[in-house]
């Protein structure tokens, strides 16, 4: 089993990271992208997994363990082995300003018609949720970002019943930071 932590970039896949890594799953990680303002507790990123759509035999590297893999990249997953992908879901207001945040800390100002951006992001996440219920060797757990902070506990409990491995509850819980949530929409 290949365990997938996906979803759009800024919606909480760093901190579902931090929470399978603290519950006691080995985070396949590179740790070439260090923690920062916008991720003070670190991205959880393995660089290669980029190259997925090229080298798709790359993610049975992952096997036994938890990889990120954005949700952009989903669709490039090889048959064969059998993925768990926990689905992280953030109201695109909440995304897109935390990107906009991100990006202009770093000079990277994108001057996009969030409109247009929105519904990008809609489209892309449809055409995604189809191609993951027409995978019989795919399944999905959804986690909402908003939910996940409010019970952490619950979220943890509901993930390690998903996953069907026994999980540091408390621990993953106690990774939500609520002084984290920031770039509400």
């Known amino acids: 089993m290949i365990t997938i932590v996906s979803g759009l970039p800024r919606s909480g896949t760093s901190l579902m990271m931090q929470m399978l890594a603290a519950g006691g799953m080995h985070p396949l990680t590179d740790q070439l992208?260090?923690?920062d303002q916008d991720n003070p507790r670190g991205y959880f990123e393995w660089e290669p997994i980029k190259r997925l759509s090229q080298q798709p035999d790359l993610i049975l590297k992952a096997e036994g363990m938890v990889v990120k893999v954005v949700s952009e990249l989903l669709t490039s997953l090889p048959s064969g082995p059998v993925y768990r992908v926990v689905f992280m879901e953030r109201p695109l207001s909440e995304v897109m300003e935390s990107?906009?945040?991100m990006l202009g800390r770093r000079g990277n100002s994108d001057a996009?018609?969030?409109?247009t951006v929105a519904r990008a992001?809609?489209?892309h996440l449809a055409e995604v949720r189809d191609w993951l219920a027409s995978r019989d060797d795919i399944?999905?757990?959804r986690i909402g970002f908003r939910r996940l902070l409010?019970?952490?506990?619950?979220?943890?409990?509901?993930v390690q019943d998903f996953?069907?491995?026994?999980?540091?509850?408390?621990a993953m819980a106690r990774q939500v930071?609520?002084?984290l949530y920031r770039n509400r929409g």
């Open 112 to 115: 996009s018609d969030r409109d």
């Open 99 to 101: 990107q906009e945040t």
């Open 150 to 158: 409010q019970d952490p506990a619950s979220h943890s409990l509901a």
């Open 121 to 123: 992001f809609h489209q």
């Open 139 to 141: 399944e999905v757990c």
């Open 163 to 170: 996953l069907g491995i026994s999980l540091d509850i408390d």
């Open 177 to 179: 930071d609520q002084q």
């Open 33 to 35: 992208r260090s923690a």
